[in-house]
């Protein structure tokens, strides 16, 4: 991964040429479409005023401004010019600024004569409290300090100047994500210095640094082992145990790197965090592109690579993008073959707590030509969805499997994660997966939607919809994925298709179960959901006739279809499947809907059914459950869809 990162940066420190810090400026954090902004703020020591320049945030603000987040290491001093914590600001970060700047340089005045103008000196009586020594003086902003403990000082500043900034500046604070440190006019981030100040501490790894050979570069250099100025952790180096021989100075034995190359893992590092972090649905991840050889489109700018690197990836997230992908790749057509043979993705997917930043899952060495292949077999199956149940979209891209697999969540966190990074994992990778375990989580998403138990899980408790309607969609598109796996062959365990004939007029609902290479069991169950979901219907019919005539609401909840209390989630075993069988013919008989279409499908069940008990059940009891559901689910939805034309089809119809 280190070298992945290191070729990523030298290439970007190679073509784009920015200065340093420029290189290892980070992305500003948004967490919705609103505006948002920078504030400059401007300590004019002629005027003895405090300036406030809201800026709005743009794509180029992390470069002018020089964001790079915050200093090294847990409780680490502040100084950065500009920060996302006004706190900041208003006390620590002049006087560590004094600390470190050159006093010939003429902002070293500047930065003095402000901390003495602008600053309380509240003294320190032990160490920990030097950090807050010096606080803003609140009446400068028409506030007033009446805290005497350093923390609770700053605190209290920080709140009487944002509510002068609001009035100010005209700004609401939770719209300012930044804050940028000026002095009569001069941003601090634009001195020379201040550039030498960061880059030195960056490098300060190399203090104590001794002759060797890079393990990057192969040349022989200075080098370190030590990466804690680095943003992700390659390798564990604050255990003193995993050091060579025991001591911390010999952590260079098991990873020796050079000052260049150290310099190219960080702005490597910092590329990703601008270019390559997204998100699937709740998870957010890095995509690491990785050079396979030397790449025959060297002309070609990386921004533009970055670019069709995204394009592939939105693809497979979304697969609502492939048009555009198409376009693309004309544009391309000169390099877009060989990027496919010279470029692998690498997925990290990991949670950020504080400024830590914890690996959920890494998944290494995913060709581009894989994605395409994927995003194909995606594109495919949906059309197979469109093909049975009209023109509603069937998406069937990384994002909307993420709600096909349901994970617990509690406060906002997923716990369950794991899950869906190992589903995840076999789309990106070819690592098959369990049949049954799939089957076990089809059904759990089913019980999900059948109690709408939405707050246990990461689905929204969307009223507007009725949770009927979400079991069916849940499991129509289950069963497509099923079968989008079943033609990656990522199916292990599953049992081996023999061709089933059928003896139905229709001819809708027959192709259906060849196009998902039903077997006999799996084909009688079928069947029999989708009685079911003609039984459903009539019981809605009835229950939505009496609360017209009394004038009350009624919606499209599982709770009006009594019939689907007969299905139990935890599993069927053949005896419950042979009373459920006798139970839905007695149902259509007493709703008096046995029409000769549902009798003929029913006369089917049965025969397919007495067929699969006699050759020896072969359907294990949650697998029973999943095919019930996906008869209902195949039912429900062409009653829906009929519903919806003007002309219904008379064989389909609820007959009385």
Not at 437 to 465: C, G, P, R
Not at 556 to 570: A, D
Not at 614 to 624: H, I, P, T, Y
Request: aromatic letters at 12%.
């Amino acid at each position: 991964m280190i070298k992945t990162i290191y070729t990523l940066g030298s290439k970007y420190l190679t073509e784009e040429k920015p200065s340093m810090i420029q290189a290892i400026t980070l992305p500003i954090a948004k967490s919705d479409g609103a505006t948002k902004y920078v504030v400059i703020v401007d300590f004019s020591i002629a005027e003895k005023k405090i300036r406030l320049t809201p800026k709005e945030i743009g794509a180029s603000t992390s470069s002018e401004l020089l964001w790079i987040g915050t200093a090294d290491g847990a409780a680490s001093p502040q100084w950065y010019g500009t920060v996302s914590n006004v706190e900041y600001l208003l006390s620590q970060t002049i006087p560590n600024l004094l600390e470190r700047w050159d006093q010939k340089d003429f902002y070293y005045s500047l930065l003095k004569e402000a901390r003495d103008v602008f600053f309380l000196d509240l003294g320190a009586a032990k160490k920990s409290d030097e950090r807050y020594r010096y606080v803003f003086n609140p009446a400068y902003v028409g506030g007033e300090l009446t805290e005497t403990e350093g923390k609770k000082a700053v605190k209290e500043v920080a709140k009487q100047f944002q509510a002068f900034m609001e009035k100010e500046a005209n700004v609401n604070i939770k719209d300012v994500l930044l804050y940028s440190l000026a002095i009569n006019g001069q941003l601090v981030v634009s001195q020379p210095e201040y550039e030498r100040l960061v880059i030195a501490e960056k490098l300060s790894v190399f203090e104590d640094a001794k002759k060797g050979v890079c393990a990057l570069t192969n040349k022989e250099a200075f080098v370190t082992g030590e990466t804690t100025k680095l943003k992700f952790n390659y390798y564990i180096n604050d255990k003193i145990s995993f050091a060579s021989d025991l001591e911390k100075k010999s952590f260079v034995k098991n990873l020796s790197i050079s000052k260049d190359a150290y310099q190219a893992i960080m702005a490597g590092e910092a590329y990703i965090l601008r270019h390559f972090n997204t998100r699937f649905s709740g998870l957010p991840c890095y995509i690491i592109p990785d050079f396979l050889y030397d790449v025959p489109f060297a002309n070609v700018p990386l921004q533009d690579i970055s670019e069709h690197i995204h394009q592939f990836v939105r693809t497979v997230k979304t697969v609502e993008t492939a048009e555009g992908l198409h376009r693309e790749i004309e544009d391309y057509k000169e390099f877009d073959e060989q990027m496919d043979n010279h470029i692998s993705l690498h997925f990290l997917f990991y949670t950020k707590a504080q400024s830590a930043l914890k690996v959920n899952k890494l998944l290494s060495d995913v060709p581009l030509t894989h994605l395409r292949r994927l995003s194909f077999e995606m594109r495919k199956t949906g059309e197979i969805g469109q093909r049975f149940f009209g023109s509603e979209k069937f998406n069937l891209g990384l994002e909307p499997i993420y709600y096909l697999i349901p994970m617990r969540v509690q406060r906002g966190e997923n716990f369950e994660k794991r899950k869906i990074l190992q589903v995840y994992e076999s789309l990106l990778t070819n690592k098959p997966l369990s049949y049954q375990w799939l089957i076990t989580q089809f059904v759990q998403l089913a019980k999900v939607h059948m109690y709408a138990n939405y707050n246990l899980y990461q689905y929204s408790s969307d009223k507007e919809e009725p949770n009927d309607f979400r079991l069916v969609n849940a499991m129509v598109r289950a069963q497509l994925f099923l079968k989008m796996l079943q033609n990656l062959n990522l199916i292990k365990e599953e049992r081996e298709m023999t061709k089933v004939t059928y003896d139905l007029p229709d001819a809708h609902m027959v192709e259906y179960m060849e196009t998902m290479n039903y077997n006999v069991a799996q084909s009688s169950l079928f069947l029999l959901g989708y009685l079911i979901a003609k039984i459903g219907a009539e019981q809605v019919r009835r229950t939505k006739a009496r609360a017209e005539a009394l004038g009350q609401a009624w919606g499209g909840k599982t709770v009006n279809k009594p019939i689907l209390s007969k299905i139990n989630y935890h599993g069927m075993n053949k005896q419950r499947l042979m009373l459920l069988s006798h139970e839905v013919f007695d149902k259509l008989r007493q709703l008096k809907i046995a029409s000769l279409q549902n009798e003929t499908v029913y006369i089917e069940h049965k025969r397919l059914f007495d067929l699969a008990l006699q050759e020896k059940w072969n359907l294990s009891d949650r697998e029973s459950v999943f095919y019930l559901l996906s008869g209902y689910a195949y039912g429900t939805k062409r009653i829906l869809n009929s519903s919806k034309k003007d002309n219904s089809d008379p064989d389909f119809e609820n007959e009385e």
